[in-house]
């Protein structure tokens, strides 16, 4: 359950990052990022295959670049 709603707090960080109109265009680039970010092939970096301790370091890695992006 837990696991569940990080997932969900994840993707709606990763949403706001993309920009709502983007999101589906700019997802896959996104998803480079964030790959890149967290040292993970892209084919493991998706949110509905992270544990807990991945998805908050996720939604840490997301939530700084909308800082650095809307800052």
């Known amino acids: 359950m837990q696991n569940s709603v ?3 707090r994840l993707h709606t960080q990763f ?3 993309c920009g709502v109109r983007d999101a ?4 896959g ?3 480079e990022w964030l790959a890149e970010q967290m040292e993970l ?6 949110i509905g295959m992270f544990d807990i301790a ?3 370091r ?3 890695i997301v939530q700084e670049k909308g800082a650095l992006k809307n800052g």
């Not at 092939?41 to 998706?46: F, G, I, L, R, S």
């Open 6 to 8: 990080i997932g969900k």
């Open 15 to 17: 949403l706001i990052l």
């Open 24 to 27: 589906f265009v700019a997802s």
């Open 29 to 31: 680039r996104r998803l």
């Open 41 to 46: 092939p892209v084919e493991q970096t998706h």
């Open 54 to 56: 991945q998805c908050k």
């Open 58 to 60: 996720a939604i840490k």
